[in-house]
């Protein structure tokens, strides 16, 4: 195997919420008397850390963001059940962890709110470890990346990134390891692939990578 360990990212990649993200933000907007925003604008103009998203659609000198970001949550939960795991990508994970490859997830998600998501779907038993971030902000997570590859002694040459954004593939190169995106989450794919990066239609194309 070319790969040893497998670090996904998890909103966009395994869990199916891009439409979600909208109608969320979309009740936020409404809040506050903005206009609402189509899924094709977020995907074209989505970004993380999410503040450089929310200087887009917000004066954020008039606006404060931990204000924004606490509706958003709460409209996001609420709103939670209609969201899923890919179908493809939870056949992945069962099938690497069948082939002996190390999983962990990292993610902007808030790590309590990451381990309940996980649990609900009946995914928390196939990862080695799952860290999300310590606040509700989406930052910047490839100095968190940097630890726990550490931590778990994970060697960089040794290790795969999948995402669904840029900032993934920033974070695999932060640790110096391989990144793949799949453009069916928070990024569309012209989008991605304007940065001249590997992008995958669907977590199916993994197999040939991973030789699954």
Known sequence: MKYKNIVWDYNGTIIDDAKLAVDAENLVLKSYGLPEITLEYYLRECEMPIINFYNKIFDMKNYDFSEIGGRFIENYDRLFDTAGIF???REMIEALSGSGYNQGVISGFESGRLKESLKKFGLEGYFRFMSGSDDIDC?????????????????????????????????????GADCVLIAKGH?????????????LDSAEELKSILLI
């Not at 726990?148 to 995402?163: R, S």
């Not at 569309?188 to 990066?197: D, K, M, Q």
Request: glycine share 12%.
């Open 187 to 199: 990024q569309g794919a012209e989008v991605l692939r304007s940065y001249g990066i590997t992008v």
């Open 87 to 89: 179908p493809e990508v």
């Open 139 to 175: 930052g910047d997570k490839s100095e968190r990346a940097v630890g726990v590859v550490e931590k778990y002694g994970f060697e960089p040459k040794d290790t795969l990134f999948i995402g669904d954004m840029y900032h993934d593939y920033e974070t695999a190169k932060r640790v």
